[in-house]
């Protein structure tokens, strides 16, 4: 799949704590905004699956 580069804008502690907990898992930074973002989208089609539909 191709990739999209994003630019985000965040504290720099939040950059210096998120840098350390890639290295420790080993992957990218940008793998671990991305896991996250997938996961709390996941989450968020969960919650709509519940949701009754709108009608027109």
Do not use: H, Q
Request: zero cysteines.
């Amino acid at each position: 799949m191709a990739s999209s580069k994003l630019t985000l804008s965040m504290e720099p502690e939040v950059v210096y704590r998120a840098k350390k907990i890639a290295k420790e898992k080993n992957i990218s930074l940008s793998k671990l905004i991305e896991n996250y973002l997938k996961s709390i989208s996941d989450k968020e089609k969960i919650s709509y699956k519940d949701d009754p539909e709108i009608s027109d």
